[in-house]
């Protein structure tokens, strides 16, 4: 079966860090693109981060950039975010997903559950 | 403010037919990329509904169709069904930004 399982989540005060996990199956994940998609409650999909198969090509939004670093391993079958500097407005349901085609700009084909990181003192 | 603009709502009879728009501008909808369509059932994840502007994965119902004019984008369900119910939110990238965009999102009630 083809999966993505997100864990890592919890509560961290502003200012504090995180790292989230995401284990794959079920596909051939060393030459798939991924990415880290976050949803605030009750808020739209924002696009956070993507790596490429290879990790030569990565890219962040606005939003996270200088704070987030997205990496991977391939021997394992995992993508990982390092989330330093949280802020309130950091807090959201965060989905790794696939990347499609494996080029790039590519759709996402598949979504973990997601883990939750609440921002809060 | 999302970089591409869905209408918050809409809604449909059974067995009606529904578009959902998404306008953007010449740095992603209007420039080379595809467009592509997500539906977010309640509390659950997204799933990939259309990609590529026109394109269904496999197991998607021939229902949903997308299409792409200028710098917007359409999504039409036809045949409505009250499982249809969800959020729907496009997708494309935005080459002035360097990043992928979203769309806020559209509920779809089935009346």
């Known amino acids: 079966e083809v999966q993505l399982v997100e864990s890592g989540g919890g509560l961290v005060q502003p200012g504090g860090s995180l790292r989230l996990s995401c284990a794959a199956s079920?596909?051939?994940?060393?030459?798939?693109?991924m990415n880290w998609v976050r949803q605030a409650p009750g808020k739209g999909l924002e696009w956070v981060s993507y790596i490429n198969s290879i990790m030569t090509d990565i890219r962040y939004a606005n939003s996270v950039k200088g704070r987030f670093t997205i990496s991977r391993d391939n021997a394992k079958n995992s993508l990982f975010l390092q989330m330093n500097y949280l802020r309130a407005e950091d807090t959201a349901l965060y989905y790794c997903?696939?990347?499609?085609?494996?080029?790039?700009?590519?759709?996402?084909?598949?979504w973990g559950q997601g883990t939750m990181v609440t921002v809060s003192s | 403010q999302s970089v591409l603009t869905q209408p918050p709502s809409v809604s449909g009879a059974p067995g009606q037919r529904v578009t959902i728009s998404c306008t953007g501008s010449s740095s992603n909808i209007g420039a080379v990329y595809s467009v592509h369509w997500y539906q977010q059932l309640p509390g659950k994840a997204p799933k990939l509904l259309i990609y590529g502007t026109s394109n269904r994965p496999s197991g998607v119902p021939d229902r949903f169709s997308g299409s792409k004019s200028g710098t917007s984008a359409s999504l039409a369900i036809t045949g409505l069904q009250a499982e249809d119910e969800a959020d729907y939110y496009c997708?494309?990238?935005?080459?002035?930004?360097?990043?992928?965009?979203f769309g806020g999102g559209t509920k779809l009630a089935v009346l």
């Open positions: 997708q494309s990238y935005d080459n002035s930004l360097s990043a992928w965009v």
């Open positions: 079920g596909f051939t994940f060393s030459i798939s693109s």
């Open positions: 997903a696939k990347g499609l085609t494996g080029t790039n700009p590519d759709s996402f084909d598949i």
